[in-house]
């Protein structure tokens, strides 16, 4: 492409995106001189490219508005394509410069490595130099900018750094649907997740096609630039049921699909210009190209990794210890730290218990390293991804375990995936992949022999005392304070533990009412705040409906858009006061489902979430009717009224239901006392 098709290129898309801007503000957008805008636009008007439209009637300076006619669209559609032919070709070269070899796409049957050398050569990265980078920065500042959600920034950073190669930036439509169909780009490459970039319909409109775009961290700086290539409304439903198995919104990243994603997608490749920042455990941290420098350094040519979201226990160790044994490799425990299962232990206190664990492991033969990756929770599909990820990081072998990357169960009750479906999906796609599956069955403790061992694997299952303790009953006992025994853990990590989770009757909750206008909420909610506080032990603050729409939403109204903010409002305040070891008592409507789930896994990070659905119906919350509100909005003279003009979800799995119509006030706060003390909240 040469410089006058790249000006008129950016002519074109100028008047396409704001064909009223003044000549000085086209002029900038296109980047030349006054002079030469005018000489440009005369010979665009003249080829029949550009027209003019008419004089804007209400502008005193008699301003002209141009536009396109069909010919200057065509010409605009064909100077894109050169303009991202142009741009990728740069790519490729950039790679080349970079990693000292080709980075055209390899053909599938070159694209298999011996597993023994995967670590001998450095991964392509998609940085610049440092001084283009800086260039690059301070030239994107005038760009389009997204800010990226956590999700994406971990996305990114393993883009940027190698984790994810092949691609070389987020997925573009034709990628995205191979993937989303039959886990392939759109060049046959195997890729099972799909990697893309959500923003909302509002920031997608004012891209077009061709333009970069800057990608800023959550506190404005500038990580990288994309080119837009691709801008499409992605088929959600269609992704969750091919890519997660099943449209339902008990899996995490299908409610993320819907709930948190924006709404189109947008595709093109990255240039990176700096790492995401992280100040935690920075010794611990290391790209790609940094752990196949320390395992060509060690001399580790066969290294197996070892995936985790979880704090390690001693059924993980002798898992691991098989492992290297059987692949005869070295080891890398390389817990995710970026994004895992909501409700997961905080990946801060898995640090401290793994480095603790640390010491039981032979320091010659392994070594740890924190991976930034945002999981999807996707099962079979996530382990072929994980895979991946670690042939990127120069390992040659993988462990799979029994429900690798399992998200818990489906909205009946049931497991979205089956035990061993991932370590059938990964034996399938493994030499391709490059990477070996070192499989695992359920390693369980038998007594008798004071050891971990598969529990497919023992033959005298009739003579031994098997004894396992799951996830669950690990919270539990750690809840409410109970022994674990030596032979699950360490006694390093369970002092961890108890230190981030103490018993629950220590810990912070949040007690969240919902129901309709007069449903009782605010009565009952106070008769609770007056019970704790006769109690004692722990601060309680309730955050009303009324109360927060006075001093925290005052300036919201009953949109579902200022409802949502009310309630994200209200979560976020509860989080800081369960986070801090207080009790927050809210209780306002909080209509829709979708929000209450997104506050309680907010807060469930930090402490219990116990909903209670005031199940007053809206008859009687009408026949009440106490602030008179219910027949305004009959009249019509309230708009948007909860139950009358906008819905409400009723609540599928509250904590606890309670019955205003047949139940006094001190009765149900009693019911909400007896339910925390089972969960136990509160001391017996
Ligand atoms: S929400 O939906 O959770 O943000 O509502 P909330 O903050 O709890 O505010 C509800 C109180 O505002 C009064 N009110 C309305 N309620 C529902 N719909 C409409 N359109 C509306 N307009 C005013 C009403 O008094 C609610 O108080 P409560 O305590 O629930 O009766």
């Known amino acids: 492409m040469t410089d006058a098709q790249e000006v008129l290129f950016r002519l074109l898309r100028q008047i396409d995106m704001a064909p009223a801007a003044s000549q000085r503000a086209t002029a900038a957008a296109v980047g030349v001189s006054l002079g030469r805008l005018n000489a440009q636009l005369r010979a665009a008007i003249a080829d029949g490219l550009i027209r003019i439209d008419a004089r804007d009637s209400t502008d005193r300076r008699q301003r002209v508005a141009y536009g396109l006619t069909s010919k200057g669209a065509a010409e605009k559609a064909r100077l894109i394509d050169l303009f991202l032919a142009r741009k990728l070709s740069e790519y490729h070269a950039l790679h080349a410069e970079l990693t000292g070899s080709s980075s055209v796409s390899r053909s599938a049957n070159t694209r298999i490595h011996t597993m023994q050398n995967a670590n001998l050569t450095p991964i392509p990265e998609l940085f610049v130099s440092y001084d283009s980078a800086q260039k690059l920065k301070a030239e994107a500042g005038t760009l389009n900018s997204h800010d990226l959600s956590p999700r994406q920034i971990c996305d990114l950073e393993l883009l940027m750094n190698g984790g994810f190669a092949p691609l070389k930036g987020f997925q573009g439509e034709d990628d995205y649907n191979g993937v989303v169909e039959n886990m392939r780009t759109a060049d046959g490459t195997l890729w099972p997740i799909p990697i893309t970039l959500d923003v909302s319909e509002k920031f997608a409109e004012a891209v077009e096609i061709g333009q970069d775009i800057a990608l800023r961290d959550q506190e404005g700086v500038i990580l990288a630039t994309m080119t837009v290539t691709d801008k499409w409304v992605p088929d959600k439903a269609r992704e969750a049921a091919m890519v997660f198995g099943a449209d339902d919104d008990a899996h995490p990243a299908v409610n993320y699909l819907h709930n948190q994603a924006?709404?189109?997608?947008?595709?093109?490749?990255?240039?990176?210009?700096?790492?995401?920042?992280?100040?935690?455990?920075?010794?611990?941290?290391?790209?790609?190209?940094?752990?196949?420098?320390?395992?060509?350094?060690?001399?580790?040519?066969?290294?197996?990794?070892?995936?985790?979201?979880?704090?390690?226990?001693?059924?993980?160790?002798?898992?691991?210890?098989?492992?290297?044994?059987?692949?005869?490799?070295?080891?890398?425990?390389?817990?995710?730290?970026?994004?895992?299962?909501?409700?997961?232990?905080?990946?801060?206190?898995?640090?401290?218990?793994?480095?603790?664990?640390?010491?039981?492991?032979?320091?010659?033969?392994?070594?740890?390293?924190?991976?930034?990756?945002?999981?999807?929770?996707?099962?079979?599909?996530?382990?072929?991804?994980?895979?991946?990820?670690?042939?990127?990081?120069?390992?040659?072998?993988?462990?799979?375990?029994?429900?690798?990357?399992?998200?818990?169960?489906?909205?009946?009750?049931?497991?979205?995936?089956?035990?061993?479906?991932?370590?059938?999906?990964?034996?399938?796609?493994?030499?391709?992949?490059?990477?070996?599956?070192?499989?695992?069955?359920?390693?369980?403790?038998?007594?008798?022999?004071?050891?971990?061992?598969?529990?497919?694997?023992?033959?005298?299952?009739?003579?031994?005392?098997?004894?396992?303790?799951?996830?669950?009953?690990?919270?539990?006992?750690?809840?409410?304070?109970?022994?674990?025994?030596?032979?699950?853990?360490?006694?390093?990590?369970?002092?961890?533990?108890?230190?981030?989770?103490?018993?629950?009757?220590?810990?912070?909750?949040?007690?969240?009412?919902?129901?309709?206008?007069?449903?009782?909420?605010?009565?009952?909610?106070?008769?609770?705040?007056?019970?704790?506080?006769?109690?004692?032990?722990?601060?309680?603050?309730?955050?009303?409906?009324?109360?927060?729409?006075?001093?925290?939403?005052?300036?919201?109204?009953?949109?579902?858009?200022?409802?949502?903010?009310?309630?994200?409002?209200?979560?976020?305040?509860?989080?800081?006061?369960?986070?801090?070891?207080?009790?927050?008592?809210?209780?306002?409507?909080?209509?829709?489902?979708?929000?209450?789930?997104?506050?309680?896994?907010?807060?469930?990070?930090?402490?219990?979430?116990?909903?209670?659905?005031?199940?007053?119906?809206?008859?009687?919350?009408?026949?009440?009717?106490?602030?008179?509100?219910?027949?305004?909005?009959?009249e019509g003279k309230i708009k948007e009224f909860t139950g009358i003009s906008d819905p409400y979800d009723v609540p599928k799995n509250p904590e606890l239901r309670l019955d205003t119509e047949s139940v006094d006030v001190d009765n149900c706060a009693h019911q909400v006392l007896l339910k925390l003390e089972s969960m136990g909240l509160i001391a017996a």
Request: with cysteine; charged share 25%; hydrophobic share 35%.
């Open 262 to 634: 924006g709404a189109v997608y947008l595709g093109g490749p990255v240039t990176g210009i700096q790492q995401p920042v992280h100040y935690d455990f920075k010794a611990r941290r290391d790209t790609p190209n940094e752990l196949r420098a320390y395992f060509r350094k060690m001399g580790w040519r066969r290294v197996v990794a070892f995936q985790t979201r979880n704090p390690l226990h001693r059924a993980h160790q002798e898992l691991t210890f098989r492992a290297a044994r059987e692949a005869q490799a070295n080891l890398l425990i390389h817990p995710v730290v970026g994004m895992t299962k909501p409700g997961d232990v905080d990946h801060f206190t898995r640090v401290r218990c793994y480095e603790a664990v640390l010491d039981k492991y032979p320091s010659a033969t392994t070594t740890m390293s924190l991976l930034p990756l945002a999981m999807r929770m996707a099962g079979p599909r996530e382990a072929v991804w994980h895979g991946l990820i670690r042939k990127n990081y120069g390992c040659t072998h993988f462990i799979v375990g029994r429900d690798h990357a399992g998200p818990g169960k489906n909205s009946a009750g049931e497991d979205f995936y089956g035990p061993y479906d991932a370590q059938d999906l990964f034996r399938e796609h493994q030499d391709e992949m490059g990477i070996e599956m070192v499989d695992f069955k359920h390693m369980v403790y038998v007594q008798e022999r004071a050891q971990y061992e598969p529990n497919d694997e023992i033959a005298d299952k009739d003579n031994v005392t098997i004894l396992n303790i799951s996830g669950t009953e690990l919270r539990r006992r750690l809840r409410e304070g109970l022994e674990i025994p030596e032979w699950f853990s360490f006694p390093e990590v369970v002092k961890e533990l108890r230190r981030t989770s103490p018993p629950r009757s220590d810990q912070g909750f949040t007690v969240f009412f919902t129901g309709f206008s007069g449903s009782g909420k605010s009565t009952i909610a106070n008769a609770l705040m007056v019970k704790l506080m006769e109690m004692g032990g722990r601060p309680v603050t309730l955050l009303d409906g009324d109360i927060v729409r006075k001093n925290l939403s005052s300036e919201l109204g009953f949109s579902k858009e200022h409802r949502d903010l009310n309630i994200r409002r209200i979560g976020y305040v509860a989080s800081e006061i369960t986070k801090n070891g207080g009790i927050a008592i809210c209780a306002p409507i909080a209509p829709y489902g979708t929000t209450r789930r997104a506050v309680r896994e907010d807060i469930e990070a930090f402490g219990a979430f116990v909903e209670i659905h005031v199940a007053t119906s809206l008859e009687e919350c009408e026949r009440r009717d106490r602030k008179g509100l219910y027949k305004l909005a009959r």
